[in-house]
T-cell receptor, first 116, second 114 residues
Framework: GAVVSQHPSWVICKSGTSVKIECRSLDFQATTMFWYRQFPKQSLMLMATSNEGSKATYEQGVEKDKFLINHASLTLSTLTVTSAHPEDSSFYIC????????????FGPGTRLLVL | KQEVTQIPAALSVPEGENLVLNCSFTDSAIYNLQWFRQDPGKGLTSLLLIQSSQREQTSGRLNASLDKSSGRSTLYIAASQPGDSATYLCAVSLHQTGANNLFFGTGTRLTVIP
């Protein structure tokens, strides 16, 4: 089956630093990747949609200058949290869509970010 | 705006019991509905996907139904096992946006007691 990986699985950083999270589709080409954020005991909220070779589309209320998304290849998308603050602490999950499988999204294992 | 609600928020059952999880959504113009499983601190595993034209889907001990007109879906788990303990999320995709955007419920945390 389609596998999506994320790295790192968890990260702790100091306030003001930047953190990069990678999302990879391991055995398929993902024309579209999605980034979600999940706060404790809350549901997943879509942050942005990333299409290979083009700029990401951000959801309302998500700061594009703070959450930089790059989808440079068909198997890799990165999310960089710039100048992280404690309120950015959350669980970040990516998903990828396989062009040969239609619209099914395959989810990564998530990255837990803790900003001190 | 699509809102997805799941009831109950948490559920504990003894092993072997059959159980039903509920999901409701406010906008009936959906493209499809999915049920996911999420283990603590982990990503999502897709369990069942129901297209808007379908009434139900089955996989093993799991059966999901969809009543689009009333904005409801149920996930039935037969003969529950301790390994079924997890958070179950339902998500709908709106017709207007295809599958580009999934609206998730807040989940039902299931505990199956041995």
């Amino acid at each position: 089956g389609a596998v999506v990986s994320q790295h790192p699985s968890w990260v702790i950083c100091k306030s003001g630093t930047s953190v990069k999270i990678e999302c990879r589709s391991l055995d398929f080409q993902a024309t579209t990747m999605f980034w979600y954020r999940q706060f404790p005991k809350q549901s997943l909220m879509l942050m942005a949609t990333s299409n290979e070779g083009s700029k990401a589309t951000y959801e309302q209320g998500v700061e594009k200058d703070k959450f930089l998304i790059n989808h440079a290849s068909l198997t890799l998308s990165t999310l960089t949290v710039t100048s992280a603050h404690p309120e950015d602490s959350s669980f970040y999950i990516c998903s990828a869509r396989d062009r040969t499988q239609g619209e099914t999204q395959y989810f990564g294992p998530g990255t837990r970010l803790l900003v001190l | 705006k699509q809102e997805v609600t799941q009831i109950p928020a948490a559920l504990s059952v003894p092993e072997g019991e059959n159980l039903v999880l509920n999901c409701s959504f406010t906008d009936s113009a959906i493209y499809n509905l999915q049920w996911f499983r999420q283990d603590p601190g982990k990503g999502l595993t897709s369990l069942l996907l129901i297209q808007s034209s379908q009434r139900e889907q089955t996989s093993g001990r799991l059966n999901a139904s969809l009543d689009k007109s009333s904005g409801r879906s149920t996930l039935y788990i037969a003969a529950s096992q301790p390994g079924d303990s997890a958070t179950y999320l339902c998500a709908v995709s709106l017709h207007q946006t295809g599958a580009n955007n999934l609206f998730f419920g807040t989940g039902t945390r299931l505990t199956v007691i041995p």
